[in-house]
């Protein structure tokens, strides 16, 4: 790889010829995964999550062993974050143990924090602000599935979370134009939304907000959405179904949508809640290839960080 940065806490800090390059590093890997086979040999990845994972903890784990290397898993009682222990003294510690650290937690703050005093490289592996490696193992998906075609149009239906926040700059990163359909009061970060414009703009392409599904989903080529309670949130699920019930992924609102568009949906899903059956389960749906892409994208990132 022609960059070199020492973390990847956010997709804001990435150059648009970075993302390129991860993208092509990742298509090498997924093509080729043999000639990567002990590229990390002897190196170690520490795993300090604070939320339950599926997808990135396994992904992760094998990512690490296909490439040679090891990973040690942290969980939430292992360490408890500022309370048991300071993140400046676990991230001094760690840095004399590992060569690499992923961190999945509640506060952004806890990942800047940790790469300010980690002395290796530290991954974001999500945040309540963020979510990198999902959004760019999304974006890697519809690379696959369309090429580079232009003005092609992704609109992200749901809450303004984590995972809209990092499609946002990936979005406006990489020339798609992306809506957002959220309720009045959940749009995501503002201050992400205007970076996310005007790098947009610089691009020639658009960053639109509706508070309305239809108008958000109408012609898109690529409907995506998330749970519309994530975690941390469980207390407001019954309240968050009420004012979401209108931003349900269905039959009729998908079919505003281009012909040929996708389904995506970064997991776990609520079935029968954010999306039905009918579209998770259709022939539109990469939701599996996405999930799949986040194994071959985080290798990627672990080669360029860690070898």
């Given at each position: 790889m022609k960059?070199?940065r020492?973390?990847l806490?956010?997709?804001k800090?990435?150059e648009?010829?970075?993302?390129?390059?991860i993208?092509?590093l990742?298509?090498?890997?997924?093509?080729?995964?043999?000639?990567f086979?002990g590229?990390?040999?002897?190196k170690s990845l520490?795993?300090i999550?604070?939320?339950?994972?599926?997808r990135?903890?396994?992904s992760f784990?094998?990512?690490?062993?296909?490439?040679?290397?090891?990973?040690?898993y942290?969980?939430?009682?292992?360490?408890?974050?500022?309370?048991?222990?300071t993140?400046?003294?676990?991230?001094?510690t760690?840095?004399?143990y590992?060569?690499?650290?992923?961190?999945?937690?509640?506060?952004?703050?806890?990942?800047?924090?940790?790469a300010?005093y980690s002395?290796v490289?530290v991954?974001?592996?999500l945040?309540?602000?963020?979510?990198p490696?999902?959004a760019?193992a999304?974006?890697?998906t519809?690379?696959?599935?369309?090429?580079?075609k232009?003005?092609?149009?992704?609109?992200y239906?749901?809450?303004?979370?984590?995972v809209?926040n990092s499609l946002l700059?990936?979005c406006?990163?990489?020339?798609?134009n992306m809506?957002?359909g959220?309720?009045?009061?959940?749009?995501?970060?503002?201050d992400v939304?205007?970076g996310?414009?005007?790098?947009?703009?610089?691009?020639k392409?658009?960053i639109r907000?509706?508070?309305t599904?239809?108008?958000?989903v109408?012609?898109?080529?690529?409907?995506?959405?998330?749970?519309?309670?994530?975690?941390g949130q469980?207390?407001?699920?019954?309240?968050?179904?009420?004012?979401f019930r209108?931003?349900q992924?269905n039959?009729?609102l998908?079919?505003?949508?281009?012909?040929?568009?996708?389904?995506?949906?970064c997991?776990?899903?609520?079935?029968?809640?954010e999306?039905?059956?009918?579209?998770?389960?259709?022939?539109?749906?990469?939701?599996?290839?996405?999930?799949?892409?986040?194994?071959?994208?985080?290798k990627?990132?672990?080669?360029?960080?860690?070898?």
């Open positions: 960059t070199v020492k973390d806490l956010s997709i800090d990435l648009s010829k970075e993302i390129e390059e993208f092509t990742t298509a090498s890997i997924k093509k080729n995964p043999g000639k086979r590229i990390l040999k002897g520490a795993l999550f604070e939320k339950p994972s599926n990135t903890y396994v784990n094998v990512g690490m062993a296909e490439l040679g290397g090891h990973a040690v942290l969980g939430p009682d292992q360490i408890k974050l500022g309370v048991r222990e993140i400046h003294d676990v991230a001094k760690l840095s004399r590992v060569d690499g650290i992923v961190l999945r937690t509640f506060a952004h703050k806890n990942v800047l924090d940790m300010e002395d490289p991954i974001n592996g945040s309540d602000l963020s979510h490696c999902q760019l999304d974006i890697f519809v690379r696959e599935k369309f090429g580079k232009k003005n092609l149009t992704l609109a239906i749901g809450d303004g979370n984590n809209c700059y990936t406006s990163k990489t020339g798609i809506n957002v959220v309720p009045e009061g959940y749009e995501p970060n503002n939304f205007r996310a414009e005007e790098m947009a703009r610089k691009n392409i658009s907000l509706y508070h599904a239809e108008e958000a109408r012609g898109a080529n690529i409907v995506y959405t998330d749970v519309w309670a994530s975690m469980e207390d407001e699920a019954q309240k968050r179904k009420a004012i209108d931003f992924i039959g009729p998908f079919r505003l949508a281009s012909s040929g568009a996708l389904v995506m949906h997991l776990p899903a609520h079935r029968g809640e999306i039905t059956d009918e579209v998770i389960d259709s022939k539109n749906s990469v939701v599996f290839d996405e999930a799949e892409n986040r194994l071959h994208v985080e990627a990132v672990l080669v360029k960080l860690l070898s």
